[in-house]
């Protein structure tokens, strides 16, 4: 019995060994990961966790309107031109816009529209494509997509009602439809 | 201070056996959130996540290189396929919140939600990503050990006693600090912002169009607010990353930070970020509160209409 009880309690303290490992490495991984310090160090082991973070969905950011919130309000819509020449507007789903039911389920074409900035001009190609594929046309199809920008800095005035500033436009991109994205 | 105090300290901290209510309610909670979310996003699956899709997986495959727990990446490209990828997560959803063969639907829950966010990290915001690393746990954790399908059915076949047992609590210890690390580095990054420091963040958030939700009163736009409001909203994520800890802190620290995210739910269109952090408060209840509550809640309810008076 004595034995067996020993036995027992070694299986025990080997498993809590083995998870305190696991703990170990999770704890350090993701600290190291998430907190905003970039030292040579910290870099280093990044680069050592990186493969597991990536591939297990561990890899995390809390940078939640840091380290400071936009200061501009934007919106992107789309400029449809048609192989006879005529031009319709098209049109992101605008929050502001939306019905109070409609923009907490459509909140994601924001996110999605925030994130067609410069430093992901990759997604520009594939949002012009896919505005391109829902205006296709048989008979008239999509030759161009025009993506542009419309924007109105927010100037701080705390003393004060609030003003808006006024709209600016800019070109962001301009994609010359294929006859593939329309399939 | 020896070094046997620090290791008995540590196992203390993750291995001494708790009550697996705090988690079994975790589990529910977070059930219903990943339902919900599904649920908001139905109307568009296959407009974030078909063949058609707003980014392809070719891109997002060259944006993420890489290996990654990703289900799209060995699917055929099939819209039906993907449907039926929705429907099967949604149903292991279900079957977590009610808990029914709960580790594997944990399991299931949890690729299924890495696996979307993985398929387009341009939508996901950080209610999403604290989903997916605390469902990373929740896979570990005594969650079926508690008001689940699957006690009932142990309770049945005689396997367990009434009396809940107590379980390990690694896993939801990980989950305790995840919650922790989200405020304190929110409160870290923030702190390395100007308008934060200075106080007018929250002029700027408030006057985001895109952002807001429900109407917000006037006064709370004067300067003095707005300062107050920033500096508030700093102090309490630093007070939940780190005080949280302090058990004479924790109970007021939880509802400071409860009406804290429901007024981000009024004001903030953001679906379902707050009710993604908030699920994880209950991790922090002790489990004689969550019976006392269940028990006065059950007080209020007529006894032909409660299933079960007691947990």
């Known amino acids: 019995m004595r034995e067996y009880l020993s036995r027992f309690s070694n299986s025990v303290k080997l498993k809590q060994l083995a998870i305190s490992a696991f703990l170990l490495f999770h704890i350090g991984a993701i600290i190291f990961w998430s907190i905003p310090i970039n030292s040579p160090l910290i870099t280093a082991v990044r680069n050592v966790v990186r ?26 819509e789309a400029v449809v031109v048609y192989k006879d020449g005529h031009t319709r507007n098209w ?41 391109a594929w829902l205006n296709k046309d048989p008979a008239n199809p999509p030759e161009f997509i025009i993506l542009v920008r419309h924007w109105s800095d927010m100037a701080a005035h705390l003393d004060g009602p609030y003003h808006p500033e006024p709209w600016h436009v800019q070109i962001l991109y301009e994609y010359k439809v294929k006859p593939a994205d329309l399939t | 201070m020896r070094l046997q105090s620090i290791v008995d300290g ?14 079994s309610l975790f589990r529910i909670l977070y059930g219903i959130c990943v339902i919900a979310t599904l649920g908001l996003l139905h109307g568009d699956w296959l407009s974030w996540f078909g063949t058609h899709s707003w980014v ?3 891109t997002m495959r060259q944006v993420e290189p890489g290996a990654r727990l990703n289900i799209f990446a060995i699917i055929p490209q099939n819209d039906g396929y993907i449907q039926a990828l929705f429907w099967i997560f949604l149903a292991a959803a ?12 944990a399991a299931a829950v949890f690729l299924c939600l890495n696996t979307i966010q993985q398929r387009d990290l341009y939508i996901t915001h950080s209610g999403d990503t604290f989903l997916r690393v605390a469902g990373f746990f929740l896979i570990f954790a005594p969650a079926g050990a508690a008001l689940s399908i699957d006690r009932l059915i142990r ?7 009434a009396d809940l047992q107590p379980k390990s609590r690694w896993a939801t210890r990980m989950i305790q600090l995840e919650l922790s690390l989200l405020y304190l580095t929110a409160f870290w990054w923030k702190s390395l912002g100007d308008t934060w420091v200075n106080g007018t963040a929250l002029y700027y958030i408030i006057h985001l169009d895109e952002i807001r939700r429900f109407p917000i ?63 994880a408060y209950v991790l922090f209840l002790r489990p004689e509160d969550i019976v006392r509550a269940w028990s006065g809640i059950m007080k209020l309810v007529p006894s032909r209409v409660a299933v079960s008076r007691s947990l």
Do not use: C
């Not at chain 2, 279900?94 to 639907?105: P, Q």
């Not at chain 2, 924790?250 to 903030?268: C, I, M, N």
């Open chain 2, 155 to 161: 309770l049945r076949k005689g396997k367990e006693g």
């Open chain 2, 217 to 279: 009163p006037q006064w709370i736009t004067q300067s003095l607010f707005i300062k107050l409001g920033t500096w508030i909203a700093l102090a309490l994520e630093f007070a939940l990353g780190t005080l949280i800890w302090i058990k004479e802190f924790r109970y007021p620290l939880l509802l400071l930070g409860l009406l804290f995210h429901l007024s981000l739910e009024y004001s903030l269109n953001v679906p379902m970020f707050q009710w993604d952090i908030l699920s």
């Open chain 2, 94 to 105: 279900i079957l977590l919140t009610i808990g029914l063969f709960t580790r594997v639907s």
């Open chain 1, 91 to 131: 049109k992101f789903p605008r929050m502001e816009q939306l019905s109070f039911n409609e923009r907490y389920r459509k909140e994601r074409y924001r996110k999605f529209v925030e994130n067609l900035k410069e430093e992901n001009v990759v997604l520009w190609p594939e949002a012009a494509r896919h505005i």
């Open chain 2, 56 to 58: 392809s997986l070719a």
């Open chain 1, 51 to 76: 493969p597991y973070l990536l591939w297990s969905g561990l890899f995390q950011s809390w940078d939640m309107f840091a380290p400071g919130p936009k200061s501009s309000n934007t919106y992107i």
């Open chain 2, 10 to 23: 540590w196992n203390q901290f993750f291995f001494a056996p708790q009550s697996p209510l705090p988690i």
